[in-house]
Nanobody
């Protein structure tokens, strides 16, 4: 059973940084999965933030975070990261890690989701 566990959220002032982590806890072959981050703000639809290919060679970003966020993966640790810099109040949301088996971005839908980690950016 694939299990995604996010960590690293919190409260930060505008202009600050946070790094989110998402670990795949089942120990399955992590390199088979493309990984992504999504977010959902109160009263809004869940939206794509960033994705990374299975081998880590390609990355994809929403226009709203391009140049500020960086997605990376450590396959030896079964973990994907989201480094978030120059945070803005509009980045406030519940951030979800997602996994797609056997296909790089774009996906129609993810195969597994984490529970989410809250990021709050104060002005």
């Amino acid at each position: 059973q694939v299990q995604l566990v996010e960590s690293g959220g919190g409260l930060v002032q505008a202009g600050g940084s946070l790094r989110l982590s998402c670990a795949e806890a089942s120990g399955r072959t992590f390199m088979r999965y493309a990984m992504g981050w999504f977010r959902q703000a109160p009263g809004k639809e869940r939206e794509f933030v960033a994705a990374i290919s299975r081998n880590g060679g390609s990355t994809y970003y929403a226009d709203s975070v391009k140049g500020r966020f960086t997605i990376s993966r450590g396959n030896a640790k079964n973990t994907v990261y989201l480094q978030m810099n120059t945070l803005k109040p509009e980045d406030t949301a519940l951030y979800f890690c997602a996994l797609k088996y056997g296909a790089d971005w774009p996906w129609a839908d993810a195969d597994n989701w984490g529970q989410g980690t809250q990021v709050t950016v104060s002005s």
